[in-house]
């Protein structure tokens, strides 16, 4: 390999982001300091024999354009010492096209992608490109994209990633297909067949649209081929002397355990169950780069079924899945895990046989909660019932059902119940009204067999006792008041009860002096016993409120009263002094137009703050803005403002009130200056490897600012240019 030539780089910069700036910059790189015939290339031609891809104007085949431009690509790898490798033969679409190695040197209708991906692990590539090319329904969709995947073998992502990006810039660089970027098959196409399973750093080149007449004639065009082919193969140059070595990767095989079969979700079967449905777990899986998947295979004895499952994995060594066979019989189970480099597990078998079940589950005591506690009476047509000890020593619990029968023995409602935990089911279920009622539970498995029945008798009893309430008092801004300055204020009713039912809503009503009512509020429930509702009144003056709370069966409760004076709010505010803030600091000067105000000390001693305003005015005393503060703390607001340019200004502050009384104004006045002086740079280095370097044999690395600094503002940018010493390039980055 050719010594690559030193690389001097004159660089000038001007204005920079921070203190120490960066910026990533890559020059084009010669073919010889990448070729060699130990690197080797795999270019795979898209389709071929009877699978002819897309069809695009003309009648023009995918299979056909893929192969004239894979062949090309190959030839020119193979020009400049690559070992380079097809996957299959061209010479059906190129004529002659014989002088490049084939990986599957036979005829078959079509190839299969693993069938591909082995072959190309064969012969253990730098790198796998595989060409294609688009169509659409609308003629007016054009251009390139490369795309990798993100479901190939981690160990390659990366790379993969980094080589889809520098084949779509150098084809880029020819300006004849529009750039649609660079895609992860996963999430757009999800077509990645192609280098899904490729062990190596592997791309789809999606050239451009073969049913696009913009993209058609440069499709078809030797000359464009030629100079496509060159530019993937300047791809291939700059990835390999950034990559000189093959990526490292695990081999090894993944460790599994054992196979259990789970006959639901409270008894585990070793090697019989006693339905068609179950969950299967492999234990012990464990490989050093982690599983990709567990894969089951089930196997009726007499050969007539199979099932194949992939498995969820539940924890760090246990993969599970629920599985199905067809009926009564044997069964024969394999399990196998794979990783994410491919590598397979030994298999491990177990046989099971599958039962018909004939034994009915068994149920026990029926009992009845209301209001969290159990009941044989009650005053709520609505309840829980719950049924204990529901067991099937066999199969499988399917479902539980409550039938609801009054004193003459007639059905008033059935409810399915819901499982609670391994022997307890329950539902909320409801009567007609009151009486006593009969309420029987019977268990179903999944075999269809029927348990006894179990019952309970429950009473629904006429409530006729009213709910009660204890007192009611008024909140404002956050204390307990019976005076306010605002005619809005929280009412609450404390110790709201019922002892034979529930309450149901508790509702407010205000009445003025002359005992005339100015409003009625429901109320929200707080907690068990407390009922409150934020409400207005019209303004000042003495008022009653009274509460009434009403139970499910519409007993209302005496009213609870108090009385609350809203009087009127003198005007108390003061505000404090107003300052200014830039870049951290407080000042009264500064060269930005953008800085923030702040005024200290606002308070009210009788009401509550509503708002602040800052407005500005010039030297002239014409008002260039005005801003809404925000509250920082208790007694201080701040807004970030904006004047139109230089000069001084005044900032006035203003507070109001929520009766609408305004404080005192209160200004502080700020200079902006012009800004004449320039940033200042300390020093230029380059770094590449993590290492400062004079010198590089890469045509990327880091160019980086140092001590950058404006010692009347913020530095807004920073620009590097990078010229050849024979002035033919310059390249500009920020």
């Known amino acids: 390999m050719k010594k690559r030539p030193s690389l001097y780089v004159l660089t000038s910069i001007f204005l920079a982001i921070a203190v120490l700036i960066s910026s990533y910059c890559v020059v084009p790189a010669s073919s010889a300091q990448a070729a060699s015939s130990d690197k080797v290339i795999v270019i795979d031609p898209g389709h071929g024999m009877d699978d002819p891809g897309a069809a695009g104007i003309n009648g023009t085949l995918e299979v056909d354009v893929n192969a004239q431009l894979a062949y090309k690509t190959a030839k020119e ?150 100079k496509v082919a060159g530019k993937i193969a300047d791809a291939a140059d700059q990835f390999l002397i950034k990559y000189p070595e093959k990526v490292q990767w695990d081999s090894e095989a993944p460790e599994i355990g054992s196979i259990s079969i789970d006959n639901g979700s409270d008894i585990a079967y070793n090697s019989t169950v006693y339905k068609n449905n179950f969950t299967i777990r492999l234990s012990g899986v464990k490989d050093n780069v982690g599983v990709k998947y567990v894969e089951f295979n089930i196997w009726r004895l007499d050969g007539k079924k199979h099932w194949t499952y992939r498995a969820v994995q539940e924890n760090a060594t246990t993969w599970a899945q629920w599985c199905y066979v067809d009926g009564p019989g044997q069964y024969n189970i394999d399990a196998i895990a794979v990783d994410y480099n491919g590598n397979e597990s030994e298999r491990i078998y177990k046989t099971i046989s599958m ?39 066999v199969g499988e619990l399917d479902r539980v059902q409550f039938t609801v029968k009054d004193e003459s023995g007639k059905t008033t409602g059935t409810f399915s119940a819901i499982k609670e935990n391994a022997t307890t089911w329950a539902q909320y279920i409801s009567v007609p009204g009151t009486g006593k009622y009969s309420v029987e539970a019977v268990a179903t498995d999944k075999a269809g067999n029927k348990s006894n029945t179990s019952s309970g008798t429950i009473t629904v009893k006429k409530d006729t006792g009213a709910p009660t309430i204890g007192s009611i008092g008024f909140e404002s801004d956050g204390k307990t008041v019976a005076e306010v300055y605002q005619n809005k204020f929280t009412v609450r009713a404390w110790n709201v ?89 407080y000042v009264t000067e500064t060269y930005q137009t953008q800085f923030t105000a702040r005024v200290w000390n606002v308070k009210d001693a009788v009401g509550e703050l509503d708002r602040v305003q800052f407005t500005v005015k010039d030297e002239s005393g014409k008002t260039t803005g005005t801003f809404s503060a925000i509250k920082e703390n208790a007694t201080t607001w701040a807004q970030y403002i904006s004047v139109p340019g230089t000069g001084k200004y005044s900032v006035e502050a203003v507070a109001t009130d929520k009766a609408g009384n305004k404080s005192n104004t209160s200004s502080g006045t700020i200079t902006v200056k012009k800004d004449t002086g320039a940033p200042t740079i300390g020093s230029i280095g380059f770094e590449s490897e993590g290492k400062s370097v004079t010198k590089v044999y890469q045509n990327n690395f880091t160019v980086r600012a140092f001590s950058v600094a404006d010692a009347e503002t913020s530095v807004e940018s920073v620009e590097i240019n990078i010229w050849r010493m024979d002035g033919k390039r310059h390249w500009n980055a920020k």
Request: hydrophobic share 35%.
């Open 355 to 393: 039962v018909e079940d004939t034994t009915a589950p068994a149920v026990g005591a029926v009992e009845f909660e209301s209001s969290g506690q159990y009941v044989t009476e009650t005053y709520q047509t609505q309840f829980t019932a719950r049924v204990w000890n529901v067991k099937d020593a």
């Open 497 to 585: 009860q019922d002892k034979e039912n529930e309450v149901k809503s508790v509702q407010f009503v205000a009445k003025d002096e002359a005992g005339k009512t100015v409003g009625t509020f429901s109320a929200i429930k707080e907690n068990a016993t407390t009922w409150a509702q934020y409400i207005a009144v019209p303004g000042t003056g003495t008022y009653t409120l009274e509460a009434v709370a009403t139970d499910e069966h519409g007993n209302a409760s005496d009213p609870a009263k108090a009385v609350i004076t809203v009087k009127n709010d003198p005007s108390s505010l003061t505000i404090g002094a107003v300052e200014f803030e830039s870049s951290g600091q």
């Open 77 to 226: 790898l193979k020009n400049r010492g690559y070992t380079v490798y097809l996957t299959h033969r061209v010479d059906k679409w190129v004529s002659g096209a014989t002088d490049i190695p084939v990986l599957l040197n036979y005829d078959k209708a079509k190839y299969d992608y693993t069938e591909l991906a082995e072959a190309s692990a064969s012969v253990s590539p730098d790198l796998h490109i595989s060409i294609h090319h688009n169509s659409y329904d609308d003629s007016s969709a054009n251009g390139k994209e490369v795309y990798y995947t993100s479901n190939q073998n981690a160990a390659f992502l990366s790379r993969s990633k980094d080589l889809a990006t520098m084949v779509n810039s150098a084809i880029d660089s020819l300006g004849i297909y529009r750039n649609r970027g660079v895609k992860d098959f996963v999430g757009s196409t999800g077509r990645d067949g192609p280098i899904k399973y490729v062990n190596a750093p592997a791309v789809v080149v999606e050239t451009a649209f073969l049913t696009s007449t913009k993209d058609y004639p440069n499709i078809v065009s030797a000359s464009v081929q030629t």
